[in-house]
């Protein structure tokens, strides 16, 4: 499968900002489509940037603070209105399931399609669904409210076959499955051929971590250590740190320590506060700390890959930022 996609489309904080929407994204892995967080004009986006919500499969809504989930209702009724039949998975606080069924039921309008909520908890660790592309899982996040993050991961990858020895030992292609799966080979002479020689070690799985609104939590290292790719928060600059604290929201600067201590390839940061036309003092302020650092400007898409760069995904004639790279 190739790699992992993620499509930014939103990034700024509480309000909006004239190009700025609140928190929105996509992760696609092959064919499956799994929406992170669902701000206030994530249809708009969606609609800009190209991307049909068909096969939309998994909606993951972090916490109940609005600029994080206030676009959802809007999508479901939406997906409605275009004839959904498929089941919609939506991840998120119990409470939400309350909310939406509320919604539902006063608007008259049921969809005619089944929602199944998964209820994530705030106070551990846990593997949510896996599917026979990804494994989902939460962690929890230090905000004013219940908050999860999510990790994202490539289900595990068959073996690769070494075809030099598989001739040499005349393995017969009915057992090709087998020594993907790790099977030991043996011929009719009664002689154990051992798979690490008849096949390679596959890849590791690539995965994505989303640590949504957090204060600067050291905590967070050990769920995310040695991810693909983090996204964290960074509201603030440094110079605000107090002010971040006070709000149980990170700084640029602390989000590099996060991913310094973790390990990862990559650290995309967002949910900038409004405060900031200039991004650029904020992705400095990281790369001071954690080098590998990118801007989640909407509109681009990045592969979740070692050394993997940004490319924008705008199919509209829409005015986004500047597109960076990973390297």
């Not at 106070?123 to 929890?140: D, G």
């Not at 979740?304 to 500047?322: D, L, M």
Request: charged share 20%; net charge negative.
């Amino acid at each position: 499968m190739s790699a992992p996609e993620l499509y930014i489309l939103g990034s700024s904080s509480a309000t909006p900002t004239r190009d700025r929407n609140p928190s929105a994204q996509i992760l696609k892995f092959g064919h499956d489509k799994i929406m992170i967080d669902c701000g206030e004009g994530t249809q708009m986006r969606l609609i800009q940037l190209g991307i049909r919500h068909t096969g939309l499969d998994y909606i993951c809504i972090s916490h109940l603070h609005g600029d994080h989930y206030f676009g959802l209702i809007g999508l479901i009724s939406s997906m409605n209105l275009m004839g959904r039949k498929n089941a919609l998975h939506i991840i998120g606080p119990p409470q939400l399931k309350q909310i939406i069924n509320l919604q539902l039921l006063e608007g008259g309008k049921q969809p005619e399609f089944d929602i199944i909520f998964h209820p994530t908890n705030p106070n551990k660790a846990e593997v949510i669904l896996k599917t026979n592309h990804f494994e989902l899982s939460t962690f929890p996040l230090k905000h004013q409210i219940h908050c999860t993050g999510f990790i994202l991961k490539e289900a595990p990858k068959e073996r690769s076959l070494n075809i030099e020895n598989i001739e040499k030992y005349q393995v017969p292609i009915s057992f090709f499955k087998n020594i993907k799966a790790g099977e030991d080979f043996q011929n009719e002479q009664g002689e154990i051929i051992a798979y690490q020689l008849l096949s390679y070690d596959p890849k590791p799985s690539r995965s994505y971590a989303y640590c949504s609104d957090t204060i600067f939590d050291l905590e967070i290292v050990e769920h995310v250590k040695n991810c693909t790719v983090l996204y964290h928060e960074a509201t603030y600059l440094e110079a605000l740190q107090d002010k971040a604290a006070e709000r149980f929201h990170s700084t640029a600067e602390q989000a590099g320590i996060i991913a310094q201590n973790a390990g990862v390839d990559h650290l995309i940061i967002g949910h900038f506060s409004s405060r900031y036309d200039n991004l650029d003092p904020l992705l400095q302020e990281a790369k001071l700390v954690f080098s590998q650092t990118s801007l989640a400007i909407e509109g681009l898409k990045f592969s979740i890959e070692p050394g993997a760069a940004s490319e924008p995904a705008i199919k509209t004639p829409i005015e986004f930022s500047q597109v960076v790279n990973l390297n």
